[in-house]
């Protein structure tokens, strides 16, 4: 794709999904973690990328036949945090993003909006990449029931095309932005379930009174 105008952040989807696929096989392997080396948007993409993987994790776990109440209890309030951290992140894709843009005076007013910000594509490209790794390993499982491998072959091929079909999204609706043809918001999630003012089951009937 062609180049930024100076001083704006590249995006690349090519880039962004090699470094999902590859923190993922990585992180299976060893403690997840986000290297200190990063920093920017590349810094944020991978920190909302473990988001996603812990999450992806943390829901394996609660459905585990054999986890007690107890258990999943306290999965259930890891995922409430981890999900909150991954819409943070996604939030702040968004910010540098639109932080670098605005000093070359982009996105451009009156340009057409689009319905999406590029924070959102990201998150759902970082679960792609889970996907198609996890799926992988369906295709190679050792002793898997007849059938198993070839089911998800053709799983592993619907995927790949969708993030390849993202992928693409992104590209054209950065460049796009870049040409002053689209422009994006910053859509905050306002979420309120892990907010105790907000959610009626934590701060309980009668407190306004």
């Known amino acids: ?40 948007l590349e810094r944020a993409v991978t920190e909302q990328h ?14 585990t036949p054999q986890a007690s109440d107890h258990d999943i209890a306290r999965t259930k309030r ?12 996604t939030e702040q894709c968004d910010v540098l993003l639109l932080k670098s843009l605005s000093r070359q005076n982009l996105p451009a ?3 057409e909006l689009h319905s999406e910000s590029p924070g959102l594509i990201l998150d759902r490209l970082s679960i792609l990449s889970l996907k198609l790794f ?25 995927l790949a095309e969708q993030r ?17 043809r689209r422009s994006f918001k910053l859509y905050r999630q306002l979420k309120m379930y892990n907010d105790p003012a907000l959610n009626p089951a934590v701060y309980g009937p009668g407190s306004h009174s």
């Open 109 to 111: 007013p009156g340009a």
């Open 78 to 89: 890891f995922i409430d945090g981890a999900n909150q951290r991954r819409n943070d992140l």
């Open 1 to 40: 794709m062609p180049a930024s105008p100076p001083d704006t952040l590249s995006l690349s989807s090519t880039k962004v999904t090699l470094l999902h696929d590859q923190c993922t096989i990585r992180w299976h392997h060893e403690t997840p973690a986000v290297l200190p080396s990063l920093t920017g």
């Open 164 to 180: 390849d079909d993202l992928a693409a999204a992104l590209d054209r609706l950065w460049q796009q932005v870049l040409n002053g």
């Open 50 to 63: 473990l988001a996603n993987f812990e999450l992806w994790h943390a829901e394996d776990t609660a459905r």
């Open 134 to 158: 996890h799926t992988r390993e369906e295709i190679e499982r050792p002793g898997a029931p007849p059938g198993h491998a070839a089911r998800n072959v053709e799983r592993l091929r619907i």
